[in-house]
């Protein structure tokens, strides 16, 4: 069966850090969805100025954890910012991180493993003006491409993207060997 990773965003994603690592995972087999607060479309943020749209395959009212594997949060300033107001998307987060499955955040969306109160104890990484909020929820933080401390990945920017989507896939990989043994 094929292993699902919802996407969870909002206006103001960053563009290469919803897309690029969504298009990995699709080429290494992986199905992703993308769910958002409302229906339609979402707009991305592309470095300085609006980017492209993105289809939106449901709410995150109609997403369930136990239908997907791992769950990919996306950076960008905007979109954590405003996600991590949601009780239900920070319900789902914590229900990701009870289910003990992979939970990937890039750039500032570590923002979201805060106020799921995830953070406490583990070692993470993220976008520069994000490292103190870590280091006050009481993450190790450290400066590297990818941080895995448990089921969390996290990255600092768009540049760690490729060992980002490298650590989810390898993850997810490994659960499938599991599964199958």
Known sequence: MTKRV??????????SELEK???????AGFETIVASLEDGEIKGWDQKDWGRSVKVDMTVDEV???DYDALLLPGGQMNPDILRMNDTVIDLIED??????PIAAICHAPWLLIEADIVDGRTVTAWPSVRTDLENAGGKVVDQEVAID????????PDDIPAFS???????QDAKVAEDA
């Open 6 to 15: 919802l996407i969870i965003a909002t206006d103001g994603f960053e563009q």
């Open 150 to 157: 448990g089921n969390l990945i996290t990255s600092r920017n």
């Open 96 to 101: 990701f991180n009870d289910a003990g499955k």
């Open 21 to 27: 690592p969504k298009a990995n995972l699709e080429a």
């Open 64 to 66: 369930s954890e136990g």
């Open 166 to 172: 490298k650590a989810l896939i390898a993850m997810l």
